[in-house]
């Protein structure tokens, strides 16, 4: 389940040479590239949990900042998840890795009166992340949708979480400080279509961050976010698991693998099969 838009190429890619990137992520007349917002939907057998991992940009925009982000009209989430036929009442949990508009701004359907998405299910955040999304700094106060956190304060469920906590049904989780304060990444270790899998979103965007030291300006602390993804990169190499690429629009996945210069991740489908180039 996904949903399209597109922001500065090189803002995506930081100080990384606009001829490099440009190779995988071709730019507009804008310099913008194109990304989507990958949800993922988990469902554990053994507890009949129906857990939905981020709910992307959503559609509450004006019609400037969608010319400036290149959404497209659209269904808003629940409506994507019965177009894929699943009931929406049917989640009970929603995990938000972070709160940054592109992950967090489906919360709140659009309409005349605006109403959460997911009123029925349990909104897991981390405990810094909520507290840095609440007080931002100045670099970051754009990111965040403060009406929206109001809203879920006041009409749903939120359970604040330490790294260690159980996350989700069939989910676990460790959080990441590179990007943003208190980020989670969801990994599901067991799965019956596929290999282990870690989601990681904005620590790995996209393909062309698969490289530790490609990392985007929107990052808070890129050294450390170069350090948390070689740190991440070896732990899927030791189990045969793989990631999630939350922004990208082409590929959906990438696979650890041992390249003879020490693991590496490769593009990959979900089920954990190779993309033959």
């Given at each position: 389940?996904?949903?399209?838009?597109?922001?500065?190429?090189?803002?995506?890619?930081?100080?990384?040479?606009?001829?490099?990137?440009?190779?995988?992520?071709?730019?507009?007349?804008?310099?913008?590239?194109?990304?989507?917002?990958?949800?993922?939907l988990v469902d554990d057998?053994?507890?009949?949990?129906?857990?939905?991992?981020?709910?992307?940009?959503?559609?509450?925009?004006?019609?400037?900042?969608?010319?400036?982000?290149?959404?497209?009209?659209?269904p808003d989430v629940p409506?994507?998840?019965?177009?894929?036929?699943?009931?929406?009442?049917?989640?009970?949990?929603?995990?938000?890795?972070?709160?940054?508009?592109?992950?967090?701004?489906?919360?709140?359907?659009?309409?005349?009166?605006?109403?959460?998405?997911?009123?029925?299910?349990?909104?897991?955040?981390?405990?810094?992340?909520?507290?840095?999304?609440?007080?931002?700094?100045?670099?970051?106060?754009?990111?965040?949708?403060?009406?929206?956190?109001?809203?879920?304060?006041?009409?749903?469920?939120?359970?604040?979480?330490?790294?260690?906590?159980?996350?989700?049904?069939?989910?676990?989780?460790?959080?990441?400080?590179?990007?943003?304060?208190?980020?989670?990444?969801?990994?599901?270790?067991?799965?019956?279509?596929?290999?282990?899998?870690?989601?990681?979103?904005?620590?790995?965007?996209?393909?062309?961050?698969?490289?530790?030291?490609?990392?985007?300006?929107?990052?808070?602390?890129?050294?450390?976010?170069?350090?948390?993804?070689?740190?991440?990169?070896?732990?899927?190499?030791?189990?045969?698991?793989?990631?999630?690429?939350?922004?990208?629009?082409?590929?959906?996945?990438?696979?650890?693998?041992?390249?003879?210069?020490?693991?590496?991740?490769?593009?990959?489908?979900?089920?954990?099969?190779?993309?033959?180039p």
């Open positions: 389940m996904l949903s399209a838009f597109a922001l500065d190429g090189g803002a995506m890619h930081g100080i990384v040479p606009k001829p490099l990137w440009e190779r995988v992520h071709p730019a507009d007349a804008q310099n913008r590239i194109a990304l989507v917002a990958r949800a993922l057998a053994t507890s009949g949990a129906r857990t939905l991992i981020e709910v992307g940009a959503g559609q509450r925009w004006s019609p400037k900042e969608r010319a400036i982000y290149g959404f497209a009209p659209g409506d994507l998840l019965r177009l894929a036929g699943v009931d929406p009442d049917t989640v009970t949990h929603v995990v938000l890795t972070h709160l940054h508009w592109d992950h967090a701004g489906g919360l709140v359907l659009s309409g005349d009166e605006p109403a959460l998405a997911f009123p029925r299910a349990e909104h897991v955040i981390g405990r810094a992340c909520l507290a840095h999304a609440e007080h931002p700094n100045e670099k970051d106060a754009g990111s965040f949708r403060p009406d929206d956190l109001a809203r879920l304060r006041r009409d749903g469920t939120i359970r604040l979480w330490d790294e260690g906590d159980p996350l989700a049904p069939g989910v676990t989780g460790r959080l990441a400080h590179g990007h943003t304060e208190g980020q989670i990444i969801p990994w599901i270790l067991e799965r019956d279509d596929g290999p282990p899998l870690a989601i990681p979103t904005d620590l790995i965007p996209t393909r062309s961050h698969l490289k530790p030291g490609w990392v985007m300006a929107y990052d808070n602390r890129p050294t450390v976010t170069a350090a948390e993804k070689r740190a991440l990169i070896g732990e899927l190499a030791a189990i045969g698991g793989g990631v999630v690429l939350y922004h990208d629009p082409l590929v959906e996945a990438a696979f650890a693998r041992d390249s003879g210069r020490g693991p590496e991740l490769v593009p990959a489908r979900l089920d954990g099969s190779m993309i033959t």
